[in-house]
């Protein structure tokens, strides 16, 4: 039986920053079914809220990227008081996060390789976090069933 981490491929979207636009990492879903992004937020006063959107592109280098249509959210706008997850419909390729001050959140979406512009050559991910003040937050993805599974993950995400 398989590890966890031997079925999981986690990357960092983007490290814990106040600002992490233009900074988020793509990853190539060439090698994976689906895909999980999670993002984490810590959010102090007069909190504008982020605007999340995911793209996708051919490349890694992302000359070609547009946006990515999905339409569930699992939201958790509030972690100190549960660790529960809502399901929570997106009325467009984007959703805004929590505005609430002080509070820590979590958002999951799940992104199927298939959903992806696969017949025009689109293989490749990305989270887009846009528009945040007053807010800290981090990204993380987690590939799963890896066309190479077994063993500690070493085919690279981040690369074509």
């Not at 793509?26 to 999670?38: E, I, P, Q, R």
């Not at 929570?88 to 959903?115: C, G, H, L, Q, R």
Request: proline residues 3%; hydrophobic residues 40%; contains cysteine.
């Amino acid at each position: 039986m398989n590890s966890i981490i031997e079925n999981l491929h986690p990357v960092v979207a983007f490290p814990p920053a106040a600002s992490p636009a233009a900074t988020e990492d793509a990853v190539s879903m060439k090698g994976c079914k689906k895909a999980l992004v999670v993002l984490t937020g810590d959010n102090a006063t007069s909190v504008t809220g982020a605007t999340v959107t995911l793209k996708q592109s051919t490349v890694v280098a992302l000359t070609d990227e547009k946006a990515l249509e999905f339409d569930w959210v699992y939201a958790n706008t509030d972690t100190g008081a549960s660790d529960a997850l809502t399901k929570t419909a997106v009325t467009s390729d984007t959703f805004d996060t929590t505005t609430t001050n002080d509070k820590n959140w979590m958002y999951a979406i799940e992104v199927d390789a298939a959903s992806l512009d696969t017949a025009n050559g689109f293989c490749v991910l990305r989270v887009d976090v846009t528009g945040n003040a007053n807010c800290v937050c981090a990204g993380v993805y987690l590939l799963d069933r890896q066309r190479y599974a077994g063993g500690t993950p070493s085919v690279s995400a981040i690369t074509d």
